[in-house]
């Protein structure tokens, strides 16, 4: 699939609404890192809910809290992180009930993860064991989930898994160093597919790769998520990335959703300064060269948020109320955006937007 193709199909799924029915639903999702008075707020109450068949892009600075998102709802996260309130619905297939992963016994959870719920970790191609050979790697990953396979069975499931990611089925006899960074980075999304996981999180799993690589990488994802009709949370601080790859994208900010609502129309008309600011960041995917503008400041500490609107400080539509009141994410005052939530005070009433953020 050409790039050109992998966005028209991004486009052409990106209706307004999402494509299916909920499969995982993250509510009031609290998470701190450390105790009392000492204790950072990395998580402050995110409501977000993934589709089936789905890519919903997770974007923001480093420190925004969405690598933490994922791994509070996953029940990855690592000590001192601590999971203070909220729940995470996995909905099982349709009539089943819904499972509060967070609540959900150990045993059953170990069984869950990789078979429902498949992660591919940042710098993931680092993670392979230098010293087997890919194969090996691939069916050992195999047999710790099903015992029952025989060794003929996962040998040829690995290499099935590895010609589904464009690697030539041979290479199961590779050793990792015989790779590319990308090709291992391939490899590891196979052994995350293995099972065929009903939702598959990436996080940042193009950052240390070159340009060329990280747009190969994406068209895989889709035409793999075109195929097999799986979910995706992808997480990257790139957003421009996410244009080509989401159906929707949510920014956060300080431990929360700034904004979130379809791709294309984020691209093209970001109704929050701080996603504004981030799209200004990156190099336009389109027409002529520009000069890219960052944005001032650096991320709050979230020992010592600011008042009102944490992006404040950074914020060059700043209005006095923003300092004093916090604005809730929910829709905009503009019409025909229903799929659109933003937390900012200029999107109550539609005379307040400023030009850039008002494109219509
Ligand atoms: Fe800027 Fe105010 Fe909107 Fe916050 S609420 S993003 S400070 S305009």
Not at 134 to 160: M, Y
Not at 162 to 190: C, F, N
Request: aromatic fraction near 6%; charge should be negative.
């Amino acid at each position: 699939m050409t790039l050109s193709s992998a966005r028209g199909s991004v486009l052409a799924a990106s209706a307004e609404g999402p494509r299916g029915r909920p499969i995982l639903e993250i509510r009031d999702l609290v998470v701190d890192y450390g105790y009392g008075d000492d204790r950072a707020h990395a998580l402050r109450g995110v409501n977000l809910t993934l589709h089936e068949g789905e890519v919903l892009g997770l974007a923001g600075e480093s420190g925004c809290g969405k690598s933490t998102l994922v791994y509070a709802a996953t029940r990855l996260l690592a000590p001192p992180g601590l999971i203070s309130g909220g729940e995470v619905l996995y909905y099982p297939e349709q009539g089943q009930k819904p499972i509060d992963i967070l609540r959900q016994p150990d045993e059953e959870l170990r069984a869950a993860r990789w078979q429902d719920t498949a992660i591919v970790f940042q710098g993931a191609m680092n993670s392979l064991n230098p010293v087997f050979r890919i194969g090996r790697q691939i069916t050992d990953a195999i047999a710790a989930h099903r015992p029952e396979w025989s060794r003929a069975q996962r040998d040829d499931r690995a290499r099935e898994l590895l010609s589904m990611v464009g690697i030539a089925p041979d290479r199961v006899s590779s050793y990792p160093h015989q790779l590319s960074g990308g090709m291992r980075q391939r490899v590891m999304i196979a052994m995350a597919l293995a099972l065929e996981p009903r939702v598959l999180i990436m996080d940042e799993p193009t950052t240390a790769l070159d340009v060329v690589m990280q747009r190969q990488i994406v068209e895989q994802i889709v035409e793999l998520r075109d195929r097999m009709g799986f979910s995706v949370i992808f997480i990257t601080h790139d957003v421009s990335l996410l244009i080509e790859v989401a159906d929707r994208i949510a920014i956060m900010y300080a431990g929360e959703i700034v904004e979130h609502g379809p791709a294309h129309r984020m691209y093209r008309e970001p109704r929050h300064p701080y996603t504004l600011g981030l799209l200004n960041s990156f190099p336009p995917l389109h027409g002529p060269r520009q000069e890219l503008v960052g944005i001032p400041g650096s991320p709050p500490d979230l020992q010592a948020l600011p008042t009102g609107c944490t992006f404040h400080p950074r914020c060059p539509f700043a209005m006095e109320r923003c300092v004093t009141d916090v604005p809730v994410l929910g829709p905009t005052a503009i019409p025909g955006e229903a799929a659109r939530r933003v937390a900012c005070w200029l999107n109550e009433d539609e005379s307040l937007l400023p030009a850039p953020l008002h494109q219509t």
